[in-house]
Protein backbone atom coordinates (compact mmCIF):
# COMPACT_ATOMS: atom_id res chain seq x y z
CA UNK A 1 0.00 0.00 0.00
CA UNK A 2 2.72 2.40 1.27
CA UNK A 3 5.06 1.51 -2.09
CA UNK A 4 2.84 3.76 -4.76
CA UNK A 5 3.23 7.01 -2.81
CA UNK A 6 6.84 6.30 -2.37
CA UNK A 7 7.04 6.01 -5.79
CA UNK A 8 5.15 9.36 -6.88
CA UNK A 9 6.95 11.23 -4.14
CA UNK A 10 10.53 9.89 -6.04
CA UNK A 11 9.21 11.04 -9.19
CA UNK A 12 7.89 14.70 -8.16
CA UNK A 13 10.99 14.84 -6.50
CA UNK A 14 13.28 13.82 -9.15
CA UNK A 15 11.35 16.23 -11.55
CA UNK A 16 11.91 19.02 -9.02
CA UNK A 17 15.39 18.37 -9.20
CA UNK A 18 15.86 18.94 -12.99
CA UNK A 19 17.16 22.56 -14.71
CA UNK A 20 14.93 24.71 -16.61
CA UNK A 21 16.40 22.92 -19.71
CA UNK A 22 16.37 19.87 -18.44
CA UNK A 23 12.20 20.02 -18.11
CA UNK A 24 11.85 22.41 -21.09
CA UNK A 25 14.60 20.30 -23.64
CA UNK A 26 14.18 23.10 -26.78
CA UNK A 27 15.99 25.25 -24.28
CA UNK A 28 19.91 25.59 -24.37
CA UNK A 29 21.70 25.32 -20.96
CA UNK A 30 22.02 28.82 -20.67
CA UNK A 31 20.74 31.80 -22.36
CA UNK A 32 20.62 35.10 -20.34
CA UNK A 33 18.57 37.83 -20.90
CA UNK A 34 20.45 41.29 -21.79
CA UNK A 35 19.29 44.41 -20.31
CA UNK A 36 16.11 45.47 -22.40
CA UNK A 37 15.72 49.60 -23.22
CA UNK A 38 12.46 50.07 -24.46
CA UNK A 39 11.93 52.26 -27.48
CA UNK A 40 11.27 56.11 -26.35
CA UNK A 41 8.42 56.29 -28.84
CA UNK A 42 6.99 52.97 -27.31
CA UNK A 43 6.48 51.52 -30.90
CA UNK A 44 6.36 47.54 -30.72
CA UNK A 45 8.67 46.19 -34.00
CA UNK A 46 7.21 43.19 -36.00
CA UNK A 47 9.82 41.01 -34.92
CA UNK A 48 8.92 41.34 -31.47
CA UNK A 49 5.96 41.13 -31.72
CA UNK A 50 6.06 37.83 -33.21
CA UNK A 51 8.82 36.84 -30.86
CA UNK A 52 6.48 37.44 -27.83
CA UNK A 53 3.89 35.46 -29.71
CA UNK A 54 5.83 32.36 -30.01
CA UNK A 55 7.34 32.97 -26.45
CA UNK A 56 4.27 33.30 -24.77
CA UNK A 57 2.96 30.00 -26.20
CA UNK A 58 6.20 28.44 -24.99
CA UNK A 59 5.92 30.05 -21.70
CA UNK A 60 2.05 28.30 -21.29
CA UNK A 61 3.96 24.88 -21.44
CA UNK A 62 6.71 25.83 -18.89
CA UNK A 63 4.02 26.74 -16.29
CA UNK A 64 2.15 23.82 -16.74
CA UNK A 65 5.37 21.95 -16.09
CA UNK A 66 6.07 23.91 -13.36
CA UNK A 67 2.84 23.92 -11.81
CA UNK A 68 2.97 20.37 -9.76
CA UNK A 69 6.10 21.22 -8.73
CA UNK A 70 5.54 24.91 -7.27
CA UNK A 71 3.25 23.30 -4.87
CA UNK A 72 6.27 21.73 -2.25
CA UNK A 73 5.44 22.06 0.97
CA UNK A 74 9.52 22.95 2.22
CA UNK A 75 9.50 26.29 2.05
CA UNK A 76 13.30 26.21 0.95
CA UNK A 77 12.83 24.16 -2.06
CA UNK A 78 10.08 25.95 -2.84
CA UNK A 79 12.11 29.16 -3.02
CA UNK A 80 14.56 27.53 -5.20
CA UNK A 81 12.36 26.27 -7.39
CA UNK A 82 10.88 29.79 -7.80
CA UNK A 83 14.13 30.88 -8.59
CA UNK A 84 14.54 28.40 -11.11
CA UNK A 85 11.27 29.18 -12.87
CA UNK A 86 12.20 33.42 -13.28
CA UNK A 87 15.13 31.92 -14.98
CA UNK A 88 13.27 29.57 -17.14
CA UNK A 89 10.61 32.51 -17.88
CA UNK A 90 14.14 34.72 -19.02
CA UNK A 91 15.80 31.48 -21.37
CA UNK A 92 12.27 30.92 -22.82
CA UNK A 93 11.82 34.71 -23.79
CA UNK A 94 15.90 34.75 -24.97
CA UNK A 95 15.45 31.28 -26.57
CA UNK A 96 12.35 32.52 -28.78
CA UNK A 97 14.01 35.88 -29.89
CA UNK A 98 13.18 38.56 -27.13
CA UNK A 99 16.62 39.14 -26.27
CA UNK A 100 15.54 41.42 -23.32
CA UNK A 101 13.98 38.28 -21.28
CA UNK A 102 10.65 38.05 -19.42
CA UNK A 103 11.49 42.16 -18.99
CA UNK A 104 11.25 42.74 -22.68
CA UNK A 105 8.35 39.84 -22.99
CA UNK A 106 6.03 42.48 -20.71
CA UNK A 107 6.87 45.27 -22.05
CA UNK A 108 5.63 43.96 -25.62
CA UNK A 109 2.13 42.35 -23.81
CA UNK A 110 1.89 46.25 -22.44
CA UNK A 111 2.36 48.20 -25.20
CA UNK A 112 0.78 46.43 -28.27
CA UNK A 113 -2.97 47.51 -26.36
CA UNK A 114 -1.15 51.23 -27.69
CA UNK A 115 -3.56 52.53 -30.02
CA UNK A 116 -0.37 53.04 -32.41
CA UNK A 117 0.78 49.59 -32.09
CA UNK A 118 -3.24 47.74 -32.71
CA UNK A 119 -2.96 48.00 -36.48
CA UNK A 120 0.38 45.27 -35.82
CA UNK A 121 -1.65 43.36 -33.31
CA UNK A 122 -4.41 42.80 -35.45
CA UNK A 123 -2.16 41.80 -38.26
CA UNK A 124 -0.97 39.04 -35.90
CA UNK A 125 -4.68 37.74 -34.95
CA UNK A 126 -4.01 37.56 -31.57
CA UNK A 127 -5.34 39.75 -28.85
CA UNK A 128 -3.62 40.89 -25.54
Given at each position: ????????????W???????????????????PV?F???????????Q?????????????????Y????????????????????????????????????????????????????R???S?????
Amino acid sequence: MLILPVILLCATWHACQKAPHELHPSLPPSRSPVPFTPPSDSTVALAQAKAWLTAGKALDSLSSQYRQPLTTEDPVHRRTLEQAFRRAHDEVCVANGLGGGYVEYLWVLQYLRLEKNRRLLDSLDAAP
